[in-house]
């Protein structure tokens, strides 16, 4: 079995990848890949791979008194089509604001697409207090609450328990035609899952992998940029 892996900066460039047929498969939002199926792309959802792990917060450059402060401001998400959005959307109707993409009118609150590593960045050189926050996944979403550039209000698991989060898709032609190396994919995803839930040995070549991975984070954390 050989992965070729290919990190690419947001989701839009994702999806851009499945259709042209540019790669194979994509770990993205349940409601991106709902939205891809519905639209008679051929792959199919293999697997769950998270749950929860997502947060909304507010920027500290607000008073930080009510959600009010929501209204007539722009917040942040990872995109249109994420678990991110779709629970911001309720946070926000349970204080009778809606929110709309695109410049949709009659809306309180304007979404807006940006991918997760800069994220803060954007809070941070918000000097005209446009953006009200952001439902961001994490680790980015703790790292901006750590530094003091953002305060946390709710988890997106306290708005829905264990909500699905991350799917990994599989092209069609793949699956069908390689059903040996897509079992050993899966295979593969299930057992990295179980040893990083046991917590991997201090000794093996995993968990140094992590902690330049955490490294990693905090350097996307300082300069904006994944």
Known sequence: LQIEPRPMNGWEPIEDG????????ALIPVPLAIHLISQGLAIRIIMFV???????????????????????RSVLTPSELSVEAMLLHRFLASA????????????????????????????LLDTDKDIAGASMP????????????????CTTSSLWKDHP????????????????ETDALITG?????????????????L????????????????????
């Open 50 to 72: 998270h749950r929860a792990g997502s947060m909304i917060i507010a920027s500290n450059k607000l008073s930080g008194e009510t959600i009010d402060e929501f209204k007539n």
């Open 18 to 25: 499945l259709v042209s047929g540019e790669i194979d498969g």
């Open 165 to 180: 989060g991350s799917v990994f898709v599989l092209s069609d032609s793949v699956a069908d035609n390689r059903p040996e």
């Open 96 to 123: 009778s604001m809606s929110i709309g993409f695109h410049g949709m009118p009659e809306t309180d609150v304007a979404g807006e697409s940006v991918p997760p590593p800069v994220m803060e960045e954007m809070l």
């Open 189 to 205: 995803f299930i057992d990295a899952a179980a040893r990083l839930h046991n917590g991997p040995d201090p000794d093996t070549e």
């Open 138 to 153: 994490e680790p980015f979403a703790s790292l901006a609450v750590r530094s003091g550039t953002a305060r946390k209000l």
């Open 207 to 226: 968990f140094s992998l992590l902690a330049e991975l955490i490294e990693q984070f905090h350097q996307f954390q300082l300069s904006g940029f994944l």
